[in-house]
């Protein structure tokens, strides 16, 4: 988590960037929200959509038991071709294996505490799909209540794949967010 936050510190001050919104999907949102912890300012808002945020052995065990590069080439060769792509030049079950043991980390302590929400200062909107698997309303609802300056809500009938979201309405509400906190 801590590399991945600094490769977004990296990336922002590569490219000049000056307090930039942040739309974290999954992961991403989580290390959107370490960054503002971290380095409050150079993040000017955060929207997260799908982002876990119940870390313990148990929860980290159940994701890293879907991320076995075998069974997915066995069970669902079309992802496993889309994993491969996305992640070129990578290999993408390295990929996995280095995703699986950042899971398993977090799960284990490394994960952030409740306490470090409370410190987050920018406006933050917590976003979940209604039919996500992954990501539960109430952690997400937990979180946003935990964070001074943020919202909640739920789009329905997202799932947690952002391939099987409705882009459309998902763009029409990080505008809205976007603009509505500038």
């Given at each position: 988590?801590?590399?991945f936050a600094e490769n977004l510190l990296h990336f922002i001050e590569e490219k000049?960037?000056?307090?930039?919104?942040?739309?974290?999907?999954?992961?991403?949102?989580?290390?959107?929200?370490?960054?503002?912890?971290?380095?409050?300012?150079?993040?000017?808002?955060?929207?997260?959509?799908?982002?876990?945020?119940d870390w313990s052995p148990e929860s980290a065990e159940r994701e890293v038991?879907?991320?076995?590069?075998?069974?997915?080439?066995?069970?669902?060769?079309?992802?496993a071709e889309q994993l491969k792509q996305r992640h070129a030049?990578?290999?993408?079950?390295?990929?996995?294996?280095?995703?699986?043991?950042?899971?398993l980390a977090l799960g284990n302590g490394r994960a952030l505490q409740s306490i470090d929400f409370h410190k987050v200062?920018?406006?933050v909107l917590i976003t979940v799909g209604s039919a996500d698997n992954m990501v539960s309303v109430k952690e997400?609802?937990?979180?946003?209540a935990a964070i001074p300056n943020s919202a909640f809500e739920t789009f329905e009938g997202f799932n947690h794949p952002i391939e099987?979201?409705?882009?459309?309405?998902?763009?029409?509400?990080?505008e809205a967010f976007m603009k509505s906190k500038i």
């Open positions: 988590l801590d590399y000049k960037l000056e307090k930039p919104n942040i739309f974290g999907y999954s992961m991403g949102g989580y290390v959107a929200l370490k960054l503002a912890l971290t380095h409050p300012e150079k993040v000017n808002l955060i929207m997260t959509l799908g982002t876990k945020f038991k879907m991320l076995n590069p075998d069974l997915i080439a066995e069970k669902v060769p079309k992802f030049p990578q290999d993408w079950k390295q990929v996995l294996a280095k995703t699986a043991d950042m899971m200062n920018c406006p997400s609802q937990e979180i946003a099987q979201v409705d882009v459309g309405v998902l763009a029409e509400r990080i």
